[in-house]
């Protein structure tokens, strides 16, 4: 059978008629990408190599990166995709044979005997190019050891190539293929004539597709090892390199102009002290703050508790760690990532806040495959133009997964990677990592050479050990101030029921009180009878309507502010424990673990009044979740290991003298996986999930995807699997969830629904 003919030219991107621009075609948008990636890493320099400590020169990384963005979209030269990119072929219910990206390496492969003479790393750009849509090896974030899905439905048993034309009856390059490869032999100094020992053939049959995929996978995973730093290095520059070079500039500025000038971009010691100046309103740093910019080691630890200034001497510390870097300030939630943006660098510094729900509002060009899935195609540009936010900014506040998230493959910090390749790090609240975040953040530490502060309440022995060894080099403790420390905050009480009587009598005397729940359901019932008796309450947990809990986030915080002298009763869940900065004059929670336990604390009696208050815990009751009968039994010791008044020390001196031992899961796709790269989870897997409501269908169908985030709801994972989908959501059907603004989601007819 002769091959199809080639279309009028082979494209890259779909386009609108009348839109046309070269880089919409494959050989233009080859040449945006590694004009992209060359940038990048030109730009970068010395400092990529410095931060993550490669044995090499930046020319073997310029030559490898170069390669695999002149090969990573060959795969696209097939019919499949040039009738989708033409709209002539419908994806959901057509789909093509083979993801470009595969049939990119299959078709590179046959081409690597040219290949092998260019400077770069040959199999380092190929594995490199297969997954730069993060979807090689894995899928729905399992592993899955597929060199590529053969995907069925496509109604075609081969998969036809624009690679030769027959002339005369002879195989010969076909004119549009042609033009890529004379790209290479210009750009990337390849050889002008092409020998290979075998001609690529325009028609693959599934069985010649399977039987290529073993060939390369079997190479790639037995008789190939590569540098995994050098190669996760490749993979994230080529990722954000096709992602910025994807971009159509609306303006006559160029991709490099607008890349170079971003980069460049770096912390300003001048507008970094007005970020502390604001914030000492006249005061003098104290000595710990002064000490955090004295440290003289590359990874610095300030333990310190909570409202003892340890945000305000990470500011310092950067004056002397981070300047001609950009600033990544990583905070374990969204809550604590916007109020350090709200309360430290907004229109301070050139910042950004990044987490999942930052506005997009920017345009991408698209290829049109991102149909074939509802999530890729609302999410990934929306997280691409999100990212590219940061490559221009001072300074970055974000959640820690768009930091340590790299380490699995994740969008966001994949294409944030110029600026993790640059910047200068602070994690806070590292107690409150589970062991997934702590074994990526010793990961982290080994691998990125970057200075780095890490701040938590306490550090256990075993932590500060495993930092120790993933450093590998000497770092500094620095405690927090002794006389915040010292001072003699709480007064705790055990009963075995909530005191309303000691609530009502605070709030009558002007007071603020903060009640701790475990679960949702409980926070709802108590705030039910707050309003009952008449008292002036507010509820707050995670399961809101993304648009509605900020509201009741704000809410609790500007009643808790010193100029509101209003008595308020804000009852929560574990959400306190992080993302409220607030001082309250009476604490309840119920028992949870020592951890969590210290955190609620740290809300009580914050800006000190002179004398200790009152702590007041009752049991849960409830083993299981979200603590462990083990957890809820700690968190009781730790209760009742003290009769008098207590201070800040005395808590992590018990907890650090406590013979936890912890554990910490330091694996890695991105170090780990080799030939592998897709998405997978950071964090230990939880038990809700981001869905939406039946009700609000009506609502969200007429809404972008931006808005539609607005409506999103994390709910218990248990029986989803019935669920019907909106765009890539669940949706909770309205016979089993009802919602109030008040209130929040909640299960209908049920009282003890395990959600945090």
Known sequence: MQPKLAPNILLAKSFKKGHWKGSYGLVGHTADVVNAVTTLAGTLGDRLIQQFGLQCTL?????????????????????????????????????????????SVLLAWKFREWLEQSEGDFYTALAAAGGHHLKLGGKGGRKTDDFGEIRQGSGDDKLYLYILDVVNEKPQFNSHFRQLLKYGIKALSLPKNIKLSQKPANIWSIQDIKRQQFEIREFLSEKWQPDPVFLAVIKAILIAGDAIGSAIPTTDQSIKKWITEAIQITLDEVKLQQVIDHRLNGKELRPFQVKLAQSSTRVTLARAGCGTGKTLGAYNWSKSQALGRKLIFCYPTT?????????????????????????????????????????????????????????????????????????????????????????????????????????????????????????????????KEAIEKAVGEPIEIIPGPPELEEQKRYRFHYADNPNWTRVEEELKN???????????????????????????????????????????????????????????????????????????????????????????????????????????????????????????????????????????????????????????????????????????????????????????????????????????????????????????????????????TDLGAYEVNKRDNKSK
């Not at 060959?74 to 959901?92: I, S, T, Y």
């Not at 990532?337 to 050139?350: A, I, K, M, P, R």
């Not at 603020?512 to 008449?534: F, S």
């Not at 969200?700 to 999103?712: G, M, P, Q, V």
């Open 59 to 103: 020319d073997k990384i310029k030559s490898t990166v170069r390669l695999a963005a002149y090969i990573h979209d060959w795969g696209k030269a097939n019919e499949h995709f040039q009738m989708v990119v033409r709209h002539q072929r419908d994806p959901l219910n057509n789909p093509q044979m083979l993801r470009h990206e595969i049939a």
């Open 335 to 463: 809550g604590t990532s916007t109020e350090g943006f709200l309360d430290y660098v907004h229109n301070q510094v050139d910042s950004v806040l990044l987490h999942s729900r930052a506005d997009v509002d920017l345009a991408m060009a698209t290829t049109g495959e991102e149909e074939e899935n509802g999530e890729e195609k609302s999410n990934e540009t929306a997280i691409k133009l999100e990212s590219f936010k940061a490559w221009d900014k001072e300074a970055i506040v974000c959640t820690v997964d768009t930091v340590l998230g790299l380490l699995q493959c994740n969008r966001r910090p994949m294409y944030c990677f110029p600026v993790i390749a640059q910047a200068a790090f602070v994690f806070d609240e590292v107690h409150c990592y589970d062991e997934n975040l702590f074994g990526a953040l010793l990961r982290f530490l080994t691998v990125v050479k970057a200075p780095i502060l890490l701040m938590s309440a306490s550090f256990l022995p075993w932590q």
């Open 510 to 740: 002007g007071g603020k009180v903060i009640w701790v729940c475990n679960q949702v359901n409980t926070a709802i019932e108590v705030y039910k009878e707050a309003k009952k008796k008449g008292l002036n309450a507010l509820l707050y947990h995670s399961r809101y309507r993304y648009q509605d809990r900020v509201k009741h986030h704000r809410a609790v915080v500007d009643a808790f502010k010193p100029e509101n002298h209003q008595p308020v009763l804000a009852i929560a869940t574990q959400v306190a424990e992080m993302s409220l900065d607030l001082s309250a004059t009476l604490l309840l929670s119920q028992i949870a673990d020592p951890a969590g336990l210290i955190q609620r604390l740290g809300r009580l009696n914050r800006v000190y009044c002179g004398h200790a208050l009152d702590a007041i815990f009752y049991p849960d009751g409830k083993a299981g979740y979200p603590y462990s009968k083990q957890q809820l039994d700690d968190g009781l010791r730790l209760i009742q290991s003290f009769t008098g008044e207590v201070c800040q020390k005395d808590l992590s001196q018990w907890l650090e003298g406590t013979d936890n031992q912890g554990k910490a899961k330091e694996a890695s796709l991105l170090l780990d996986g080799k030939w592998m790269t897709y998405s997978t989870s950071l964090r230990k897997e939880g038990y809700n999930i981001t869905a939406l409501l039946e009700q609000d269908l009506s609502t969200i169908k007429s809404l972008s995807n931006k808005e539609i985030a607005n409506y999103t709801v994390p709910l218990p994972t248990k029986n989803i699997q019935a669920w019907k989908k909106h765009k890539f959501y669940p949706i909770a059907p309205q016979e089993l969830w009802e919602y109030s």
